[in-house]
């Protein structure tokens, strides 16, 4: 039972233009969402979290959209640049009792910006 | 300040081996969580550790086992490796209260 999806495998975009990636979760007891970029036999790399209680959140060219009634949330990269090609993770924390921090991970999108 | 850091980077072992995977966190960050990526798929969580002790566990079997350090330092034990336990391993470390975790590099674990 896949909690949060990444419904797009990849994405192709030109650099400067816009990349719009998405992720639909089911579970309403996710009160944290992050994405995080991974380029190959590196970790991931932290992007930009935000929380169940705004709808949107900055930080430079990153900017995460969350629309908790349709369980969706978007990160926009405005401009892209060639150094934005990784893979997306999305990634949920559901509120837990005792305090666990256990993220729940999409499967991910492949961004490829190209010069 | 130095970020997560894991050993060793790569290992090759056979099935039925026993291993063990070691994270130093970030300095500062006392709760360690331990986290499978196999290739096409997310990172799946396996352990939390806080403070020397088991805050979550994720869905894996008895042969995977865990524990942290007074230093915060934390290792993670597999036995018996079968050949799905091949994967990246990631450790990631968090403050008090915060959600954010930071990933280090991951250990590649590879079982013949």
């Known amino acids: 039972d896949q909690q949060v999806k990444q419904n797009s495998p990849s994405l192709s975009v030109q650099e400067g233009r816009i990349s719009i990636l998405n992720c639909d979760y089911t579970?309403?007891?996710?009160?944290?969402f992050l994405w995080y970029k991974k380029y190959p036999a590196e970790g991931p790399t932290f992007l930009i979290s935000?929380?169940?209680?705004?709808d949107k959140n900055e930080d430079g060219r990153f900017t995460v959209f969350l629309n908790k009634s349709a369980k969706h949330l978007s990160l926009h990269i405005v401009p892209s640049q060639p150094g934005d090609s990784a893979v997306y993770f999305c990634?949920?924390?559901?509120?837990?009792?005792?305090?666990?921090?256990?993220?729940?991970f999409g499967k991910g999108t492949k961004l490829t910006v190209n010069p | 300040d130095a970020g997560v850091t894991q050993s060793p980077t790569h290992l090759i072992k056979t099935r039925g081996q026993h291993v063990t995977l070691r994270c130093s966190p970030i300095?500062?960050?006392?709760?360690v969580s331990w986290y499978q990526q196999v290739l096409g798929q997310g990172p799946q969580f396996i352990f939390q550790?806080?403070?020397?002790?088991?805050?979550g566990r994720g869905n894996f079997p008895d042969r995977f086992s865990a524990r942290q350090f007074p230093n915060y330092s934390s290792e993670l034990n597999v036995n018996a490796l079968l050949l799905g336990d091949s994967a990246l391993y990631l450790c990631?470390?968090?403050?008090?209260?915060?959600?954010?975790?930071?990933f280090g590099p991951g250990t590649r674990l590879t079982v013949l």
């Open positions: 990631a470390s968090s403050q008090p209260g915060v959600d954010t975790q930071y």
């Open positions: 579970n309403s007891m996710f009160d944290y």
């Open positions: 935000i929380s169940s209680i705004k």
């Open positions: 990634a949920a924390n559901p509120i837990t009792q005792g305090g666990s921090e256990k993220l729940v």
């Open positions: 300095s500062g960050h006392k709760s």
């Open positions: 550790y806080y403070e020397k002790e088991e805050r």
